[in-house]
């Protein structure tokens, strides 16, 4: 690269990127202890700035290997702009967040962090966490996943197949390609549906899954309004065509969905296990 070249980039004032972790284990988020500055002494989420001509997954692989010892099923989430400060000189970053299985691996800190926890995700407090960027990030996992409590909602998916098991990064993709409509009662979850539109060749179209209502309060009109919120969500997203199957046996879901205003579609449904 040329003199004239390089000089002319270090003029551009672009936000610094990094790729930061978003790791979960049994409804709590991992946090990390700083023991280096900027923020020494604060909880932050594991990650840190990319290097030259790294690409944000690679440099997220790298850092959870340094930071964690971790190799982790990754996937990219968003990006979360903000802004951080080195030596009082204030610049803007752009965090690339993922979702990091990480299983049930140990965790070996390196000497950027003294220690590490899980936190509960409806109570962090993310104004605890260092960089802005990196708030941002808890607020929206805090708003996105927050309001689940994992073993809460196995418990209700076993009510509508009782051999099923929701794997805790299968419920975060879920909430992450599509949206979730919960009814609590006395705050005990009480009925759910997910709804995850796709663009196929000739039409927006949606499909409703996982539409369960605890045995104890059904009849009382909630799969109802459960099934209205999903119909009015997809209306609201431009859908054309909502799609869903059930059970010839499940009697009540069948009167259900015909009252809604759904027409049976005679197809043959298929399923390849793979
Ligand atoms: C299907 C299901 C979600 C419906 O939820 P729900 O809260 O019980 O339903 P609602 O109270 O809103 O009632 C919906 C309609 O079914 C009728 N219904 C409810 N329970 C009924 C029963 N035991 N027998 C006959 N009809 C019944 C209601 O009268 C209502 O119809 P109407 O408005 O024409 O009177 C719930 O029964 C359930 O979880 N079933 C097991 C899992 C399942 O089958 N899920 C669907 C998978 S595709």
Redesign the pocket.
Known sequence: MSRTIECELCKFNNPRCTATAIIIRNGKLLLLRRSQEPHKGKWDLPGGYMESLEKPEEAMRRELKEELGVRPRLLFVNTFPGEASWQKRKFAVLSHAFLADIGKKDIKLNNENGSYKFTTISRLDPRLVAFDSNRNIVRFIKAQFGKFDIEELRGLVR??DPSAYVGEYALYHAILNGHIVSIRRRKKLV?MGWIFVRQTLLRKQAVIED???DTK?????????ILNELIHWAKKQGVEVIE????QH????N??YR?AGFVYHPTNHYLLKL
């Open positions: 009510q509508l009925g539409m369960v209502v309060h059904r009849g009382r009109g909630i799969g109802r309004a869903l199957t059930s059970g499940r009697e009540v879901a009167h259900l009252s």
